[in-house]
């Protein structure tokens, strides 16, 4: 597929706050892209050039073969921008902002209703209620509904999963799997790690520079270190103990265990597929943490995530 969205080598600065470094990356047409990296990493910068709001220092970025830059007039009939802030106008109603943004566009609810009924559809009983008075899940539902009224050709969502709860973030994308069946190419920030599973393709970003571009299974697949959850009594004791064991690569608080990264070693010792080799290293592990006097000690092998392969990236 030809790409629809092409960044390259996009700079901006504020001061002397680097905000994007020599920043590249193409979308393909079609594609549900996840740009992925937490607070401050750059994500919303890029996001306001790519929708025309502000200039980069240097580089070049194409929407549809239009520049950004050059081509704004044109470029922003052409997309839907949803910001990480709710922006609409909180004191109109539902049914208010959405015929607003519609003629801003020149078009009408009805002429696009077919496109957003699946979205508009679970907030149309409250049409009549105010956006400020709307639940959070509610107003990401009418943020969406606003940026795809003039069925654009590419959605930018920034961070479209911030101050709602689990479920409502779990809807949102079950929408956008929705609208990738309609053509419409999706480019998406998220500091979630976890939802790099639900794009096609994703670039790992921080402090304005990729780290690492494919698809999620591909950034799986590139971690090669045996990576073991440990827990015991003592959490904070376990992971300093633990990032000086010999053969440590790196020791990190993950959810309830502990995250374990080792040195690639002999084969025979670490790979998944060598049942003695595990046994091995646990033994040698548990022998370990129990001369430093930890109690009720547990560990498996575990599988790396977007999110151990983030740390990686960042500590390489």
Request: net charge negative; with cysteine; proline share 4%.
């Amino acid at each position: 597929m030809s790409a629809v969205i092409s960044i390259r080598e996009i700079s901006k600065s504020y001061g002397e706050l680097k905000a994007l470094h020599d920043t590249s990356f193409q979308v393909e047409e079609g594609a549900v892209f996840g740009l992925i990296g937490p607070d401050g990493a750059g994500k919303t910068t890029l996001f306001r050039i790519l929708a025309t709001l502000i200039l980069p220092d240097t580089g070049q970025a194409t929407i549809g073969g239009l520049d950004v830059v050059k081509d704004y007039r044109k470029l922003r009939l052409k997309l839907g921008y949803m910001p990480g802030r709710f922006s609409l106008y909180q004191d109109l109603t539902v049914e208010e902002n959405l015929g607003f943004f519609a003629s801003v566009f020149g078009t009408t609810i009805r002429k696009n209703y077919d496109l957003i009924a699946p979205i508009y559809s679970q907030i149309e009983p409250f049409k009549s209620r105010r956006a400020g008075a709307l639940s959070g899940g509610m107003k990401q539902k009418l943020a969406l509904c606003c940026a795809l009224i003039h069925r654009p050709e590419v959605l930018l969502l920034d961070e479209p999963g911030t101050g709602v709860d689990p479920v409502s973030r779990q809807e949102f994308w079950e929408m956008l799997a929705t609208l990738k069946n309609e053509g419409i190419t999706i480019l998406v920030s998220t500091p979630n790690m976890d939802e790099a599973a639900l794009c096609n393709k994703v670039a790992l970003i921080q402090h304005g520079k990729i780290l690492a571009e494919d698809q999620p299974e591909g950034i799986i697949q590139s971690f090669k270190n045996p990576l073991w959850a440990v827990r015991s009594e003592n959490m904070y004791q376990l992971i300093k103990d633990l990032r000086m064991y010999d053969g440590a690569a790196d020791c990190y608080a993950f959810g309830e265990y502990a995250r374990l990264k080792l040195h690639p070693a002999p084969v025979e010792l670490t790979t998944g597929d060598n049942a003695s080799g595990q046994r091995q290293t646990e033994a040698a592990i548990k022998t370990y943490l129990q001369q430093k006097n930890h109690q009720k000690i547990e560990m498996f092998p575990a599988k790396a995530t977007i999110e151990d392969c983030f740390i990686d990236l960042v500590s390489a």
